[in-house]
């Protein structure tokens, strides 16, 4: 059964008060004065006992009803890039995209990697869910994005 977890997308100290996230319903943050890490958010269909991420009104397997799960903060690079092109959304060059293995549940998602350090991923990579001010909404305005960052280097939150 998944962990439920309220989604709370603006509400982390600093510039995350002002910005709105990039999507809806892709991320929580700790409430105002709580400590905590940023989580997933996605889907969870109790008939076919499958994760979803993004979450979907139907699943794709059975067409049933998919609920919102908490989907955890850690997991493994099981695969990543560099890109060194032009970015896309005002992103920073470069920056790394790839799929990882959440620990919580196994499921396998496309995420952004840490453009501060994404020279130093490596399959198998423990990793761990960070948000911040990163590019912009497609329409020039800024927000914040989830992406994963190597455990041994700390979070915006830490530093």
């Known amino acids: 059964m998944p962990a ?3 989604e709370n997308t603006v509400s982390e100290a600093g510039a995350t008060d002002l910005l709105p996230p990039v999507q809806e319903g892709i991320f929580s943050l700790p ?6 890490s940023p ?14 991420f993004p979450r979907e009104r139907h699943c794709h397997r059975c ?3 998919v609920e919102g799960a908490d989907l955890g903060n850690t997991g493994i690079v099981y695969s990543f ?3 060194r092109a032009k970015p896309p959304l ?15 549940n ?3 998602v496309f995420a952004l990697l840490d453009p501060d350090c994404v020279d130093d991923f490596k399959i198998g990579s423990s990793v761990v869910l ?4 990163l590019g912009h909404d497609g329409k020039g305005r800024p927000c914040l994005r989830p992406y994963f960052t190597l455990q041994q280097y700390p979070t915006e939150s830490e530093a």
Do not use: I, N, S, W
């Open 106 to 108: 196994g499921l396998r």
């Open 39 to 52: 989580r997933l958010l996605g889907g969870y269909c109790r008939a076919c006992e499958r994760y979803h």
């Open 81 to 83: 890039t560099a890109v």
């Open 63 to 65: 067409l049933g009803p």
């Open 4 to 6: 439920r977890l309220k």
């Open 130 to 133: 960070a948000v911040k001010p």
């Open 31 to 36: 409430a105002a004065g709580e400590t905590g």
């Open 90 to 104: 005002g992103l920073p060059q470069p920056y790394g995209v790839g799929f990882v293995d959440l620990a919580a």
